[in-house]
């Protein structure tokens, strides 16, 4: 993967982990979690979110060899959310982007 798609990626992750450090020192959780799960547009964002989750799940998936590093990378997904996936994108996604490319050749 390129240099410059890595620092594209992991500018906003930086980013992220920012917003959550900031959230979590001035939010209330409770409530933007009443607010989530009450509200339609809440329940949609939820939905949004973990359907990312799971999307950047199989590319993991798809992209490791072994069950116990899939196992690693997915399972803190749903945890951890996009900083996570943004992590791996960062370490890993070379792998992604040599299949990618070889699959255009094709």
């Known amino acids: 993967m390129p ?9 906003p992750s930086l980013v992220l982990v920012a917003l ?8 209330d959780f409770g409530g933007a979690g009443d607010w989530l799960f009450s509200d339609p547009w809440g329940i949609v964002t939820m939905w949004d979110l973990y359907l990312g989750f799971i999307l950047g799940a199989i590319i993991i998936a798809w992209t490791e060899r072994s069950n116990l590093v899939r196992i690693f990378w997915i399972l803190p997904i749903f945890v951890l959310g996009n900083v996570w996936t943004g992590l791996w994108f960062v370490l890993r996604g070379h792998k992604l982007y040599k299949a990618l490319r070889e699959a255009a050749k094709a």
Request: hydrophobic share 65%.
């Open 3 to 11: 240099p410059t798609i890595r620092l594209i990626v992991l500018a």
């Open 20 to 27: 959550i450090a900031w959230a979590i020192r001035t939010g």
